[in-house]
């Protein structure tokens, strides 16, 4: 089993900066990939990018890229969600997941892929 919890969530003024953090606890050693995703009000859920643990590659969707980071240290945990120029259109709920199956990144979109997830976030953007 792993444990995700999120923290760093808040309210800013639009084109300032947050970061997340996830840390993991339990069995930490079997995580492929940490993914972030976010959910606004009515909306469907959506993926936000990913980071691959052993190469440290990281893959974004259209909507963030250039703005948003993922990151982690070497000890790998916790993982960071650095988000600059905000906007109010990226106001959601932010869940980070972890993944255990050795997938092709771009399979790690789907949140289907994923084997874990923290409580989420919130992320609040005022224009």
């Known amino acids: 089993q792993v444990q995700l919890v999120e923290s760093g969530g808040g309210s800013v003024q639009a084109g300032g900066s947050l970061r997340l953090s996830c840390a993991a606890s339990g069995r930490t050693f079997s995580i492929y990939a940490m993914g972030w995703f976010r959910q606004a009000p009515g909306k469907e859920r959506e993926f936000v990018g990913v980071?691959?643990?052993?190469?440290?590659?990281?893959y974004y969707a259209d909507s963030v890229k250039g703005r948003f980071t993922i990151s982690m240290d070497n000890a790998k945990n916790p993982v960071y969600l650095t988000m600059n120029s905000l906007k109010p259109e990226d106001t959601a709920v932010y869940y980070c997941?972890?993944?255990?199956?050795?997938?092709?990144?771009?399979?790690?979109?789907?949140?289907?892929?994923?084997?874990?997830w923290g409580q989420g976030t919130q992320v609040t953007v005022a224009s």
């Open positions: 997941a972890a993944g255990t199956t050795n997938y092709n990144p771009s399979l790690y979109q789907r949140g289907t892929a994923y084997n874990y």
């Open positions: 980071i691959m643990r052993s190469t440290g590659n990281t």
